[in-house]
């Protein structure tokens, strides 16, 4: 199901990585500017490079955890922002994160598990997020690719 740790350390090695914008997109940019809470806790799970947490991190935010597979992508935020804390860049499945927060923000992870991991992100998310947490993010609402990320949806 594409889950391996090699697959997606691979695909940020060799810059195989379309959906990446290279920015903070400008929905999500938007949104958080009318935050005010600096203190609201934040994941971004498969985060990648992760320009939202760069955004968030130099607006003030303190509490902005990136959970990702892959060492490179995490790697590249730590070189890019050296000022974010080490221990928020988590190299983990996101599945297998045993945390809370306030806001899970979705950019390109939803659409890069296979629809049939659909309804354990589901239950995994309502876990992780506080009572009154919110996933705050962008999804497709056209299918994609059957075989591959990115899977859309509908």
């Not at 691979?10 to 999500?28: C, F, Q, V």
């Not at 938007?30 to 971004?44: P, R, S």
């Not at 320009?51 to 590249?76: P, R």
Request: aromatic share 12%; glycine share 6%.
């Amino acid at each position: 199901m594409n889950l391996s740790e090699d697959f997606w350390d691979d695909r940020y090695k060799n810059k195989d990585i379309g959906w990446d914008l290279g920015e903070i997109s400008a929905p999500l940019k938007a949104y958080f500017d009318q935050l005010t809470n600096k203190d609201l806790k934040i994941l971004i799970p498969g985060g990648g490079n992760s320009y939202e947490a760069e955004y968030l991190h130099h607006q003030g935010f303190k509490n902005i955890y990136v959970v990702d597979l892959s060492k490179t992508a995490l790697n590249n935020i730590k070189r890019r922002v050296p000022s974010f804390p080490s221990a928020h860049l988590i190299q983990q499945n996101f599945f297998d994160l045993e945390m809370s927060f306030d806001f899970l923000i979705e950019q390109t992870f939803f659409c890069a598990l296979n629809p049939a991991l659909r309804p354990a992100y589901s239950s995994k998310a309502s876990e992780l997020l506080n009572k009154n947490g919110l996933i705050v993010g962008l999804l497709f609402d056209i299918p994609l690719n059957s075989d591959k990320p990115p899977f859309g949806g509908e």
